[in-house]
């Protein structure tokens, strides 16, 4: 399975802003609603959801996408594990990006379609 990292220096190219956040800070929390998702520059990201770390995202990786595709809330919380920058990318970025950029469309879908099959333990 094809494994896709998404270019950071593109994102920041188009002028998308970056965020910092320390070890232990909170990104966003289980149903917020969404209006951004986020592309790791450097640092570590949990995704947490009941107290349960699904997934560490790390440097190229994406998390919070599920909420900007369909304006639901959030399906999980998200916590910087380490001092961590970010792109933020809005829902006009995103729609932008999507029809400008096959290859991030693709990429987020990749991403997706790897978390909706991934074991529920």
Same mark, same amino acid.
Do not use: C, H, W
């Given at each position: 399975?094809?494994?896709?990292?998404? @270019?950071? /220096?593109?994102?920041?190219? +188009?002028?998308? *802003?970056?965020?910092?956040? @320390?070890?232990?800070?909170?990104?966003?929390?289980?149903?917020?609603?969404?209006?951004?998702?986020?592309?790791?520059?450097?640092?570590?990201?949990?995704? =947490?959801?009941?107290?349960?770390?699904?997934?560490?995202?790390?440097?190229?990786?994406?998390?919070?996408?599920?909420?900007? =595709?369909?304006?639901? *809330? +959030?399906?999980?919380? %998200?916590?910087?594990?380490?001092?961590?920058?970010?792109?933020?990318? @809005?829902?006009?970025?995103?729609? /932008?990006?999507?029809?400008?950029? *096959?290859?991030?469309?693709? %990429?987020?879908? /990749?991403?997706?379609?790897?978390?909706?099959?991934? *074991?529920?333990?």
């Amino acid at each position: 399975m094809a494994a896709y990292f998404f @270019d950071t /220096d593109m994102l920041e190219r +188009r002028g998308l *802003p970056l965020k910092r956040f @320390d070890a232990g800070e909170r990104i966003f929390l289980e149903t917020e609603i969404g209006d951004a998702l986020y592309v790791v520059r450097s640092g570590s990201v949990d995704v =947490i959801s009941f107290g349960r770390v699904l997934e560490q995202v790390g440097a190229g990786g994406v998390f919070g996408e599920m909420a900007v =595709i369909n304006d639901a *809330p +959030r399906a999980a919380a %998200a916590m910087a594990s380490e001092p961590t920058e970010v792109a933020v990318v @809005d829902k006009a970025a995103f729609l /932008d990006l999507v029809a400008e950029e *096959p290859e991030f469309a693709l %990429a987020v879908m /990749d991403v997706m379609a790897k978390r909706v099959r991934r *074991p529920r333990g």
